[in-house]
Structures are given as structure tokens and as C-alpha cells.
């Protein structure tokens, strides 16, 4: 779903922004640069982590945090530009599942790690 959702903001972001709101879309525009490298960082590193931890490599365990990471960093810059005042319950949802599934995969990837499963 990530993949998903970058590709589509990356390839066509007027797509997107015929959905949302006047509101959600000056946010979608102000946001800076950076925003969409890191959220892409977030999408592969995580990715990468789950194909990591099916091939058992302790690699698995970096990019997942890494990943981690980049979801805080993205979430608290929605949370604190204003993103959540603005949103409807169904991206409410999205918004805290992704930090929280992150979370998870970091500490399955580690507890992997620590039970030797992972090369």
C-alpha cells in the first residue's frame, strides 16, 4: 500500500489532488522538499526489511528501523502542521496505524535478531 500511495503522489499528484479537500490540498502543497524523499525512504526501507527478514538477514533489523525513522519524521511533521484537524476518521486511522505497524516490524526484525533466526 505504500508503494502504492508514493507512486501515485511521485507519478501523478494531480490525481490526488482532485480527491482532497481546499484545505487538504494547500497542505499537500506547502509541504517542502524534503517530505516526499524521506516518505519514499520510509516506503523502501521498509520494503526492503520485509524481504529482509524473508530471506533471515540481519540486515533486516537497520532497515527497519531506518524506516521507523522516517515514519516519525513524516508523522510528526503531518501532526504538527496541522494535517489532523483536517483529515476524515478513515485517514485517521491510517495516520496512527503506520508509526504503530513500523513500530511492530522494528521490534519483530529485533526479536528476530536476538533469537538467532536471522543470518
Known amino acids: 500500500m505504500g508503494i502504492g ?5 511521485m507519478a501523478a499528484p494531480d490525481i490526488m489532488m482532485e480527491q482532497m479537500t481546499e484545505q ?13 524523499y524521506v516518505y519514499g525512504i520510509a516506503v523502501f ?15 533486516a533489523v537497520i532497515l527497519s528501523l531506518v524506516s521507523l525513522f522516517a515514519v516519525i519524521i513524516t508523522t510528526s511533521f503531518n501532526f ?5 484537524g483536517i483529515i476524515n476518521t478513515s485517514d485517521k486511522f491510517f495516520f496512527l496505524s503506520v508509526p504503530l505497524l ?3 516490524l522494528w521490534l ?3 526479536s528476530a535478531a536476538s533469537k538467532a533466526w536471522l543470518r
Open 45 to 59: 526501507a521498509g520494503l526492503l526489511a520485509c524481504i529482509m527478514l524473508l530471506f533471515k538477514r540481519k540486515l
Open 102 to 104: 513500523s513500530i511492530c
Open 5 to 9: 500511495a508514493w507512486s501515485t503522489e
Open 80 to 84: 504538527f502542521n496541522g494535517s489532523w
Open 24 to 36: 487538504q490540498q494547500e497542505l499537500y502543497q506547502s509541504r517542502p522538499g524534503w517530505y516526499m
Open 108 to 110: 519483530f526484525a529485533r
